[in-house]
């Protein structure tokens, strides 16, 4: 399978490593094939970095090419409505960088086209795919913390030096960028929530830059999320339950979940399996739901991506954000 990626950026080069290990692994199902930049320089300093075999300036002549397959959009997810109708008029199947969106409209019509299309699409939140999601899973179906109620996650980052960050017009804040992990943590845990609040501080040109956002579910349970751009933070996920509690060491890519009883002592921790870059996951599924003749991956479905996205949109409502780039074409 041929694999191309559009746009050049830090993530790209993360994307293309995968790749590259994936080959060296024995996966030789996929292929570094083609990416495509703004600007051909780019492109091909990219490509000589990588190893892609094909550079291109500009994403339409990349999509021309007949032998191309899957494309992984990297683009600011300003772009990436526009980007993903374009991949799927072409007829290539698309792996799109989160936030999928700018909101839920945007994602409802671009996942319609593609159906129409007869591409697959789905949402790169790697978190969805990885193992560890299920780990988490089973020590919750054991009982091993009693029955969760309470929820805490962070995922802060010192990054409001970057364009994309601060920008409006690139969609641009800390709730696109990590807070959507914070809500896709809570929800694989808790399923969808029963109602949302949000606060936020902006920037001056009033982009969210921190981000509190309480969850709840009409059967007691919360979730309590933190998500911001100026600072760190030790980016963990703890559960409560009535007999004990399990920490999550960094919910953006667990590395390792640790149980507590009641008392607080810790009576088990399981290290993250190892791994490439994490990516892989993600890469691998939607390789496979390709062969199988699938629109979506099971670990991300559409209807997961449009509920995340219409979240989204109801705690930008409350924070009063918004971008240029909402409207449809």
């Not at 839920?104 to 560890?132: D, H, N, S």
């Not at 936020?200 to 009033?206: D, H, I, P, S, V």
């Not at 399996?273 to 199988?292: A, K, W």
Request: net charge negative.
């Amino acid at each position: 399978m041929n694999f191309g990626i559009l746009g050049a950026g830090s993530i790209a080069g993360i994307m293309a490593e995968t790749i590259q290990m994936l080959n060296k692994s024995g996966c030789k199902d996929i292929s570094l094939y083609a990416v495509a930049a703004r600007e051909l320089p780019r492109a091909q300093s990219f490509s000589a970095r990588y190893g892609v075999q094909k550079a291109f300036g500009s994403y339409e002549e990349m999509l021309a090419d007949p032998a191309l397959d899957l494309v992984y959009i990297a683009t600011p997810h300003s772009h990436h409505y526009q980007h993903i109708k374009l991949c799927a008029a072409h007829g290539k199947h698309v792996l799109c960088e989160k936030a999928f969106t700018v909101n839920a409209r945007q994602a409802a019509e671009a996942l319609r086209y593609a159906k129409e299309q007869g591409v697959l699409v789905t949402e790169a939140i790697w978190t969805r795919y990885q193992p560890m999601r299920q780990m988490i899973r089973q020590m919750l179906d054991e009982g091993l913390i009693g029955t969760p109620g309470l929820l805490t996650a962070n995922l802060c980052y010192p990054v409001s030096d970057r364009p994309r960050i601060v920008t409006p017009a690139l969609a641009g804040g800390a709730l696109l960028d990590v807070g959507v992990y914070t809500l896709n943590f809570a929800e694989m845990v808790f399923g969808p929530a029963d109602e949302a609040h949000a606060s936020c501080t902006r920037n001056e040109l009033g982009v969210d830059m921190t981000d509190q956002i309480v969850l709840t579910w009409k059967d007691g349970r919360a979730a309590h999320l933190t998500a911001g751009v100026t600072v760190a933070s030790d980016r963990c996920g703890c559960i409560y339950g009535d007999r004990g509690y399990l920490v999550v060491e960094n919910i953006n890519n667990p590395q390792s979940i640790s149980i507590f009883d009641a008392d607080h002592r810790l009576t088990q921790k399981i290290d993250c399996p190892i791994q490439l870059t994490g990516y892989e996951y993600e890469v691998l599924e939607t390789m496979r739901c390709i062969q199988e003749g699938k629109l979506e991956c099971p670990s991300m479905p559409h209807n997961e991506t449009i509920h995340i996205m219409e979240l989204m949109d109801k705690i930008r409502t409350q924070m009063g954000i918004s971008y240029p780039c909402e409207e449809l074409d």
